[in-house]
């Protein structure tokens, strides 16, 4: 009689293909407790094994049973069609978290781009420059804090007329407000220039 694997679609034979796998057969246990073990693993309707019946290696953690009953390898384990359930189950459940998973990456998306911004405030707010004249040389290449300052009021009486420019038809009056509102406070966006400059 041919060594047939008696778990539900292992479709595994003892012949020259198993063989070159290195596939193993069993017989079930005698040992009693170790028997029902197995049976309850195999989990088929109203079926008990008999001499003929055989399990293949597949099914064992390490490829082969040992006798403790704490070990993995005590009952075979493995079984590839409640596997395939499982990753059903899996794949639905991605599907259905989907969209609060596109939710959460844009709020975070949102939040990184606040923080850049602010970062961007802190990086190039005057505060890094205040009454030192070594950083404000260093950063603006202004001889002083003072030189800075006197700069900035200069610039400032002018500043209310800038606009961006891009071209006479393209420069709207949206384009002024901005420059305006803009969110950096005028004497840090002065502070950045210099220090673009400067790079
Ligand atoms: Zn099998």
């Known amino acids: 009689m041919v060594k047939t694997c008696c778990v539900y679609k292992s479709n595994n034979q003892f012949n020259a293909s198993t063989k ?39 099914h064992f953690v390490q490829g082969w049973h040992g006798d403790d009953p704490e070990d993995e390898n005590y009952a075979p384990t493995l ?4 596997q395939t359930v499982v990753n059903k189950e899996r794949e639905q459940r991605v599907q259905c978290d989907l969209d609060p998973l596109i ?17 961007k405030r802190h990086k190039w707010s005057v505060d890094r420059i205040k009454d030192d004249d070594a950083s404000t040389r260093f950063y603006t290449g202004l001889p002083s804090f003072a030189v800075f300052l ?4 200069f610039l400032a009486s002018k500043a209310s007329r800038m606009t961006f420019w891009m071209g006479e038809v393209n420069t709207s009056t949206t384009d002024k407000m901005r420059t305006a509102t803009s969110t950096l406070p ?4 002065l502070f950045a220039v210099l220090m673009q400059r400067m790079q």
């Open 20 to 58: 070159e796998k290195g596939i193993s057969f069993f017989r079930f246990p005698k040992d009693k407790r170790k028997r029902r073990t197995w049976i309850k693993a195999v989990n088929r309707d109203e079926w008990t094994p008999n001499d003929h019946s055989w399990i293949c290696s597949e």
């Open 79 to 82: 079984f590839s069609y409640k």
């Open 103 to 119: 939710e959460e990456n844009n709020k975070l998306r949102e939040e990184i781009n606040s923080l850049r911004e602010e970062l």
């Open 150 to 153: 006197w700069l900035y009021n």
């Open 186 to 189: 005028l004497i840090d966006q």
